[in-house]
């Protein structure tokens, strides 16, 4: 995938359709500053108590400039799950380098998700949410995510290092594995293990399993 | 575990607490009915759609004995939780017997998850909700799963068949697969798999992991 799209590009894509795409530099930075204003208005009170008028006071724009690139409030939640999904992939994107071995990127983006995770934490509120206020996008983030996933496994195993025949179902559950521990030691805490340490341990799991030899 | 407790001490046990134990027989049965009505109602409807009188209804039992059990439909979802955590505790113990290794059990526990899933697939939004209705039984109902796993990993370790220094972490990611693959091959389905199919597949990668030997 390509990152040299124009920054405006990339958060009207990010936004899913559901964001009119900004044409202006200042257009853009108005449909980020809503963005983020949703993520803590959306992961702090939940959508029913969410408002759009909280969500202007909080980015510090007129309601006026919301309707510009919104229709509702469904439309802005949608278009933040989709910018979520966007966040994930590009910063366990940002972790990785030429020269990775298969597991070691593994390791790498779990970290980078971990690392997001603790910086964002009501990502895990936010996706959630999506499964009852919108359970299209909420499939469509897990999904994506698996797709790719797949690609990196069945790229591994093309490169001799994975075993052959992985796919779907070892993405899917290569991806809950990263999702829990993320909820267990990011979002809740409490067990003084850094990200590095929670990624290791899953990556000696995924790379060698659990029998003894 | 003993399981020679009385039916009626593991129905109320299993509501945590927030269902008053029935007395008898038939208060067995009653409660059992209600927590059956529940598990459809708040499945189908979720949370905050789902009212008293329809459950009761469903359940042919008369509201004034709804109020001898639950003070509040937030109790009943709170002793629904509990039930569920207890049914699928229950449903994979079913499957066991003495005998089996320690990766079989895992499989076998898994199967019988992921047909009990597919019999009662409103434990996904069920358990999903609790997240926002009543964090705490959320919480609970995976750190008590969480623990039971770590019990086999550690029981595993030391019969010889897994490797040491198994743990919490390493029980959050088999958690982490096992509910993945139940929502992608379960609920959303279409994938043409059986329970069999999955729980064998990821017990591979739990045996052996992704690397090629």
Same mark, same amino acid.
């Given at each position: 995938?390509?990152?040299? #799209?124009?920054?405006?590009?990339?958060?009207?894509?990010?936004?899913?359709?559901?964001?009119?795409?900004?044409?202006?530099?200042?257009?853009?930075?108005?449909?980020?500053?809503?963005?983020?204003?949703?993520?803590?208005?959306?992961?702090?009170?939940?959508? !029913?108590?969410?408002?759009?008028?909280?969500?202007?006071? #909080?980015?510090?724009?007129?309601?006026?400039?919301?309707?510009?690139?919104?229709?509702?409030?469904?439309?802005?939640?949608?278009?933040?799950?989709?910018?979520?999904?966007?966040?994930?992939?590009?910063?366990?994107?940002?972790?990785? !380098?030429?020269?990775?071995?298969?597991?070691?990127?593994?390791?790498?983006?779990?970290?980078?998700?971990?690392?997001?995770?603790?910086? !964002?934490?009501?990502?895990? #509120?936010?996706?959630?949410?999506?499964?009852?206020?919108?359970?299209?996008?909420?499939?469509? !983030?897990?999904?994506?995510?698996?797709?790719?996933?797949?690609?990196?496994?069945?790229?591994?195993? #093309?490169?001799?290092?994975?075993?052959?025949?992985?796919?779907?179902?070892?993405?899917?559950?290569?991806?809950?594995?990263?999702?829990?521990?993320?909820?267990?030691?990011?979002?809740?805490?409490?067990?003084?293990?850094?990200?590095?340490?929670?990624?290791?341990?899953?990556?000696?799991?995924?790379?060698?399993?659990?029998?003894?030899?």
């Amino acid at each position: 995938m390509s990152n040299t #799209r124009p920054a405006e590009v990339r958060v009207a894509q990010a936004a899913g359709g559901d964001a009119k795409a900004p044409r202006t530099e200042r257009g853009r930075r108005t449909l980020r500053k809503l963005l983020d204003a949703a993520a803590e208005e959306f992961g702090e009170k939940g959508f !029913h108590e969410a408002s759009v008028s909280s969500i202007t006071r #909080r980015a510090g724009v007129a309601l006026g400039s919301f309707y510009t690139y919104f229709d509702s409030k469904d439309a802005l939640f949608r278009a933040l799950v989709a910018d979520m999904s966007e966040k994930v992939r590009t910063s366990a994107r940002s972790a990785l !380098h030429d020269g990775m071995g298969a597991l070691e990127i593994e390791r790498a983006a779990l970290a980078a998700f971990l690392r997001f995770a603790a910086e !964002h934490k009501e990502i895990y #509120r936010i996706i959630d949410e999506a499964e009852f206020v919108d359970p299209t996008s909420y499939r469509q !983030h897990y999904e994506t995510i698996a797709a790719r996933i797949a690609d990196r496994l069945t790229a591994g195993a #093309r490169a001799g290092e994975f075993r052959d025949g992985l796919g779907e179902l070892e993405a899917w559950a290569l991806m809950g594995m990263n999702v829990f521990v993320g909820l267990r030691y990011v979002v809740w805490g409490g067990a003084d293990m850094t990200a590095d340490d929670v990624a290791a341990g899953v990556n000696r799991l995924l790379a060698e399993g659990v029998l003894r030899r």
